[in-house]
């Protein structure tokens, strides 16, 4: 078989043809990467401001009678592990549990036995840009109920 040979000028256009890819490529891959790492962050935030609102709402159920009133919301931020996250809203309530869950007083004249109401808003912004992926910033809420144990 006859095989033509390559001149100079057909192996630097190849390899030109070849960077080209190479970067189309790799900045496809970037992108997919740093998708994946995003909500993979939204999902962890997700999970620590579950994990905050309950254990906020266990430290609530047995603190109804302490003086002076336990500040709730500075016992939120820190289970929330020094996320750069910004509170949008934080209310902790006794709760009527025939009317669902409506706010009927402070969570710290709660007695015995009834619900109190711990919820929060956060909101996110993500690290890497994300083409309108995510919004920008990313808004999570959380609602935990629990009964109280104290007065």
């Given at each position: 078989?006859?095989?033509?040979?390559?001149?100079?000028?057909?192996?630097?256009?190849?390899?030109?043809?070849?960077?080209?890819?190479?970067?189309?490529?790799?900045?496809?891959?970037?992108?997919?990467?740093?998708?994946?790492?995003?909500?993979?962050?939204?999902?962890?935030?997700?999970?620590?401001?579950?994990?905050?609102?309950?254990?906020?709402?266990?430290?609530?159920?047995?603190?109804?009678?302490?003086?002076?009133?336990?500040?709730?919301?500075?016992?939120f931020t820190g289970f929330l592990a020094n996320q750069p996250l910004t509170i949008s809203s934080f209310n902790a309530y006794q709760a009527d549990p025939n009317s669902n869950y409506a706010n009927i007083g402070p969570w710290q004249n709660t007695p015995f036995g009834q619900p109190i109401v711990v919820q929060a808003q956060v909101s996110y912004s993500p690290l890497f840009p994300t083409f309108k992926f995510l919004p920008n910033p990313v808004t999570l809420k959380d609602t935990a109920t629990m009964y109280s144990e104290g007065n």
């Amino acid at each position: 078989m006859f095989r033509p040979s390559r001149t100079g000028s057909d192996i630097s256009r190849r390899s030109g043809v070849t960077v080209v890819e190479t970067a189309i490529v790799i900045g496809a891959c970037l992108l997919f990467m740093f998708a994946i790492f995003e909500y993979g962050r939204v999902i962890m935030i997700r999970q620590l401001l579950t994990n905050a609102t309950r254990e906020t709402a266990r430290y609530a159920v047995y603190n109804t009678n302490t003086q002076p009133t336990p500040n709730l919301q500075t016992y939120f931020t820190g289970f929330l592990a020094n996320q750069p996250l910004t509170i949008s809203s934080f209310n902790a309530y006794q709760a009527d549990p025939n009317s669902n869950y409506a706010n009927i007083g402070p969570w710290q004249n709660t007695p015995f036995g009834q619900p109190i109401v711990v919820q929060a808003q956060v909101s996110y912004s993500p690290l890497f840009p994300t083409f309108k992926f995510l919004p920008n910033p990313v808004t999570l809420k959380d609602t935990a109920t629990m009964y109280s144990e104290g007065n």
